[in-house]
């Protein structure tokens, strides 16, 4: 059997990593026959390269990182392949899978999250802002931008726009005014964020406190879908697949 190792960011706001552990549940329950473990880059514990030494003293010889990424930023391109480069056990093969963006069940979740705030489509009197992190790697922002440009197409919506809280713009309140210009009256918050943390609660603050804010994309079984399928496109062997 080949581990599947998820790999979160980290946050010191301990809701963080509780919601991952719920999200990593949710993908035990789906395939019980995968050894899932949890880990993290920085700021949690346990961090990346002790659950894998701790894999390959449990007896397994590979194991698949799939980093909980929503883009390919700097801690996909070059945090995570350090971390798994600096673990130095000869005896165990790791491989690192794709991160979770761009995919459609992403995007289903986080419609599913808005919706549990009273959102509904065809709301022309309802601007929604799509609030990601924000990187100083241009085509993760690009990718959260083409999102919310699908979205205000066929929602219905006053308008949606991408917005990020920090390292890229524009930020909140931009968002929020382009939208009120646009002739909306009231204002929601998707979240395309994995978990809770300082992002998120800053840009529940900058959206003001009429605002609409949906949850975390959390732990949503579509979620918790496209991490199994991420491990299962990156097992090393068609055999490693049925272990």
Same mark, same amino acid.
């Given at each position: 059997m080949?581990? #599947?190792v998820a790999v979160a960011h980290g946050s010191r706001d301990p809701r963080s990593? !509780?919601?991952v552990h719920q999200l990593l549940d949710v993908v035990r329950a789906l395939s019980p026959s995968v050894d899932v473990r949890g880990s993290f880059l920085d #700021?949690?514990?346990p961090l990346l390269g002790d659950v894998l030494r701790?894999?390959? !003293?449990?007896?397994?010889?590979s194991a698949v990182v799939v980093p909980?990424?929503?883009?390919?930023a700097f801690h996909a391109r070059v945090d995570v392949p350090g971390a798994v480069a600096d673990v130095?056990?000869?005896?165990?093969?790791?491989?690192?899978?794709d991160v979770l963006g761009p995919d459609p069940r992403l995007e289903s979740a986080a419609l599913r999250r808005l919706a549990s705030v009273g959102v509904r489509s065809r709301d022309r009197t309802l601007g929604v802002v799509l609030?990601?992190?924000g990187s100083s790697h241009a085509p993760a922002n690009a990718l959260v931008s083409s999102i919310a440009d699908r979205w205000a197409a066929g929602s219905g919506w006053a308008g949606v726009e991408a917005a990020f809280a920090s390292s890229a713009t524009p930020d909140v309140p931009t968002a929020v005014a382009r939208l009120r210009a646009r002739g909306a009256r009231r204002i929601a918050v998707a979240s395309w964020f994995l978990a809770p943390g300082?992002?998120?609660d800053r840009v529940s603050r900058l959206a003001g406190p009429d605002a609409l804010i949906a949850p975390p994309l959390g732990p949503d079984p579509e979620v918790a879908e496209l991490i199994l399928h991420r491990y299962h496109s990156a097992l090393p062997t068609p055999l490693a697949a049925t272990a």
């Amino acid at each position: 059997m080949t581990a #599947l190792v998820a790999v979160a960011h980290g946050s010191r706001d301990p809701r963080s990593a !509780a919601v991952v552990h719920q999200l990593l549940d949710v993908v035990r329950a789906l395939s019980p026959s995968v050894d899932v473990r949890g880990s993290f880059l920085d #700021l949690s514990a346990p961090l990346l390269g002790d659950v894998l030494r701790g894999v390959y !003293a449990d007896g397994h010889r590979s194991a698949v990182v799939v980093p909980l990424l929503l883009g390919k930023a700097f801690h996909a391109r070059v945090d995570v392949p350090g971390a798994v480069a600096d673990v130095r056990l000869p005896g165990l093969a790791v491989t690192i899978a794709d991160v979770l963006g761009p995919d459609p069940r992403l995007e289903s979740a986080a419609l599913r999250r808005l919706a549990s705030v009273g959102v509904r489509s065809r709301d022309r009197t309802l601007g929604v802002v799509l609030a990601g992190a924000g990187s100083s790697h241009a085509p993760a922002n690009a990718l959260v931008s083409s999102i919310a440009d699908r979205w205000a197409a066929g929602s219905g919506w006053a308008g949606v726009e991408a917005a990020f809280a920090s390292s890229a713009t524009p930020d909140v309140p931009t968002a929020v005014a382009r939208l009120r210009a646009r002739g909306a009256r009231r204002i929601a918050v998707a979240s395309w964020f994995l978990a809770p943390g300082f992002l998120p609660d800053r840009v529940s603050r900058l959206a003001g406190p009429d605002a609409l804010i949906a949850p975390p994309l959390g732990p949503d079984p579509e979620v918790a879908e496209l991490i199994l399928h991420r491990y299962h496109s990156a097992l090393p062997t068609p055999l490693a697949a049925t272990a």
